[in-house]
């Protein structure tokens, strides 16, 4: 980063055969003051940047992945996610929904069923988007205070430059001694934008990227209530065959052992038949 903001310095305040370095050497130690503020904010404001940047590109590619993933199985309620585990944004909604859908398991039967179940499961993936969302506007808010802060720290330093430039012309003094006042004013002006137009381009990009990915992660979201909707739908109807077999199972056994025992035999039950001229015997 510094490498990055040198060469920028060069250009900016090295115009003439002095060097950059002269510049500063003129001011004060209260221009100093607020010229390092001014460097440090830059280094911060470029490391944010760049950490912001590699953050979106790795959680956009950790999401579509799981997407294309999650295509191929076959149920997203058996889904499996270890407690603890470094989950990407989908993961994450997936994790939440399937772990409200466990607490229904086993007991949807009916269609109210069902919709209970459902309006825990879109109020954990809700919560599921408030953290995601919190995660994406990460570092979003240091940005937005140096594209704000940086030129009224510029702008400080140019009064506090002014004001000593003043206070040297009522003692009718020379140029050398006009020059802290002047190289101060300059320098931490020059510096406040050097810290502000970075800060506003890379913050209306990463704004940018992270509106997209909140557009994606709803739609995402929406999605993936309908395909939960449909698997418990399904699971309940399921849960309800086997319901109405167990108990036509169960009306028959009770109706069978509810029958009186068996008949006795008719032959048990009569005389034997008369033997041929039994009758004539008699």
């Not at 919560?127 to 140096?146: H, P, Q, W």
């Not at 594209?147 to 140019?158: C, D, E, K």
């Not at 050097?194 to 709803?218: C, D, H, R, S």
Request: charged share 20%; with cysteine.
């Amino acid at each position: 980063m510094k490498a990055m903001l040198s060469p920028v310095l060069m250009l900016v305040l090295a115009d003439t055969g002095k060097g950059a370095f002269w510049y500063f050497q003129q001011m004060d130690s209260a221009g100093l003051a607020v010229a390092g503020v001014l460097l440090v904010c830059s280094f911060i404001g470029w490391g944010a940047m760049i950490q912001k940047w590699t953050d979106v590109h790795e959680l956009r590619r950790r999401n579509h992945a799981f997407e294309r993933r999650l295509r191929d199985e076959p149920s997203v309620v058996a889904l499996n996610f270890p407690r603890g585990s470094n989950l990407g944004p989908y993961e994450f909604l997936v994790a939440e929904a399937v772990s409200a859908v466990q607490r229904h398991k086993g007991r949807m039967v009916r269609p109210s069923d069902v919709t209970l179940c459902m309006g825990h499961v879109e109020n954990a993936i809700q919560r599921g988007i408030a953290r995601t969302m919190v995660k994406y506007e990460e570092k979003m808010v240091i940005l937005s205070s140096l594209v704000s802060g940086g030129p009224f720290l510029g702008l400080l330093g140019t009064v506090w430059g002014v004001m000593v430039t003043f206070g040297a012309l009522t003692e009718k003094a020379s140029i050398a001694q006009l020059a802290p006042g002047v190289c101060g004013a300059l320098v931490t002006t020059t510096l406040g934008l050097l810290v502000a137009i970075p800060a506003t381009f890379g913050y209306n990009y990463l704004l940018t990227q992270v509106k997209i990915m909140t557009t994606e992660l709803e739609n995402y979201a929406s999605s993936l209530a309908d395909r939960v909707e449909l698997e418990l739908e399904g699971e309940a109807r399921r849960n309800f065959e086997a319901a109405q077999e167990r108990e036509r199972l169960l009306r028959a056994a009770a109706a069978a052992s509810a029958a009186p025992p068996a008949a006795v035999t008719e032959a048990a039950v009569l005389p034997p038949a008369a033997l041929p001229g039994w009758e004539d015997a008699q």
